[in-house]
C-alpha cells in the first residue's frame, strides 16, 4: 500500500495557497483560541478570536472545504477539500498552515475510529467511502468502497468494528465492517438522511432527516426504525452537550436547534430565532457557549445556553459549515456517551 503522506510534488495550485496562507497569517499565527470556520463557496477558512469575537484572519484553502476534525494527538487540524482532492492541515489552535497532503479524492465528511486505526472519507460527488489504515502518524488505503447513492455522514461504534454512513438520495444507511472494508447491510430510513449520531452505549443510531422535520430512531442491531422524534424541518447534523444525556440537533430548514434527551429519546426544548441555515456546531470548554455556523446567512453565531438565546453574530464568508476550536468540549462525555 502506498503511503499518503509521504514527500511528494505539490502542485501549482497547493503552493500558491500555501504562500498567500502564510503571508494572511502574518498577524495572527501567534495567537491562540482562534475559532476556525470553513466558508465552503468561498474557498477559505475564517479566524475568529474566540474571545474578542473578531474576525483576525481570511485563509485559502482547497475548493470546496466542507468538513474538518483534529488528528487524534490533536498536533493538527484537518480540513478536506472536497473539489480540490485534497487534505490541508492546519494548526488548531491558531489555523496556520502546516501542509498539504494530496490525491485524496472527494474528501467530504472525515472519521478517524476510536481506537485510531482507521480513517475514513465520504466522497460525496464519487458515491465512494475511502479506508485507510492509520499507523498513528501516516495513512495507507485499504479499499476505495463503492457506495451509493450520495454518502455523506459518519459515525462509529465505540468498539471500532463498524462505521455508519448516511446515503442522502436514497435515503439509506450503510453498515461497513471495517476490519473486512466490506457493507455489511443498508436500510431505508427517510428522506435525505445526513447527521448520524450513537447514544450512549451505542444503544440506538440517531439520523437526521434533512428532507424532513424528525430524528430517526435506528435499533441498528435489528435493521430497523423504532421510532421518530420531531425536531424540525431539515434536521441535520449532531453535536454532544457532553452530559452523557444529551445531544443536539440543527435543524437547517426551520432555523431551530432542538435539544434531545438521549435516555428517553425525546425533543426536550428547542434554540429559536437564529439565522437561516444552522449547520455545524461547536460547544465551549465550559459547557455555556454554542457555536453554530448559518450556513444560508454568511454568518456564525454564538448561543447563551443557559437562556438558550442567540447573543451574537459574526459575518464570514459564504456558506460557512464546518467549525472547531481547540479549547472545546470534547466530543463525548468521559463515560462514552
Do not use: C
Not at 477558512?45 to 474571545?51: A, H
Not at 452537550?241 to 425533543?267: C, F, P, Q, W, Y
Amino acid at each position: 500500500m502506498r503511503n499518503i503522506f509521504r514527500s511528494g510534488r505539490v502542485r501549482a495550485f497547493a503552493a500558491r495557497a500555501a504562500i498567500a496562507t502564510g503571508a494572511a497569517l502574518v498577524a495572527s499565527a501567534a495567537l491562540a483560541n482562534n475559532v476556525i470556520v470553513l466558508n465552503s463557496a468561498e474557498a477559505t477558512l475564517s479566524l475568529i478570536d474566540e474571545n474578542t469575537h473578531q474576525v483576525v484572519g481570511t485563509v485559502p484553502t482547497g475548493k470546496e472545504p466542507h468538513h474538518l476534525m483534529p488528528t487524534p494527538d490533536s498536533s493538527s487540524l484537518i480540513v478536506a477539500n472536497s473539489v480540490s482532492n485534497n487534505l490541508m492541515f492546519v494548526d488548531p489552535k491558531t489555523g496556520a498552515f502546516q501542509r498539504w497532503v494530496q490525491d485524496i479524492e472527494d474528501p467530504y465528511q472525515l472519521g478517524f475510529s476510536p481506537d485510531k486505526k482507521w480513517f475514513v472519507s465520504t466522497g460525496l460527488r464519487l458515491d465512494r467511502l475511502d479506508i485507510y489504515h492509520f499507523d498513528g502518524k501516516n495513512l495507507s488505503v485499504a479499499k476505495r468502497l463503492p457506495l451509493a447513492t450520495m454518502p455523506s455522514h459518519i459515525a462509529f461504534t465505540n468498539d471500532s468494528s463498524t462505521a455508519f454512513i448516511s446515503l442522502q438520495v436514497s435515503g439509506e444507511i450503510a453498515a461497513i465492517d471495517l476490519p473486512t472494508q466490506t457493507v455489511k447491510w443498508k436500510m431505508k430510513v427517510g428522506k435525505v438522511p445526513a447527521g448520524v449520531w450513537l447514544t450512549p452505549g451505542d444503544k440506538y443510531l440517531l439520523v437526521g432527516m434533512t428532507g424532513a422535520d424528525y430524528v430517526a430512531v435506528v435499533d441498528w442491531r435489528n435493521q430497523k426504525v423504532v421510532k421518530t422524534i420531531t425536531t424540525g424541518k431539515g434536521a441535520h447534523n449532531f453535536r454532544s452537550m457532553v452530559d452523557g444525556k444529551h445531544v443536539l440537533v440543527s435543524n437547517r430548514v426551520a432555523n431551530t436547534i432542538s435539544i434531545i434527551d438521549e435516555d428517553t429519546l425525546t425533543n426536550v426544548g428547542d434554540i429559536t430565532g437564529l439565522l437561516p441555515g444552522p449547520d455545524d456546531m461547536e460547544l465551549s470548554a465550559d459547557k455555556k457557549y454554542l457555536w453554530v455556523t448559518f450556513r444560508f446567512a454568511k454568518h456564525v453565531g454564538v448561543i447563551d445556553l443557559a437562556n438558550r438565546k442567540l447573543i451574537e453574530t459574526i459575518k464570514v464568508g459564504r456558506s460557512p459549515h464546518g467549525i472547531y476550536f481547540y479549547n472545546r468540549a470534547p466530543v463525548t462525555a468521559p463515560n462514552g456517551a
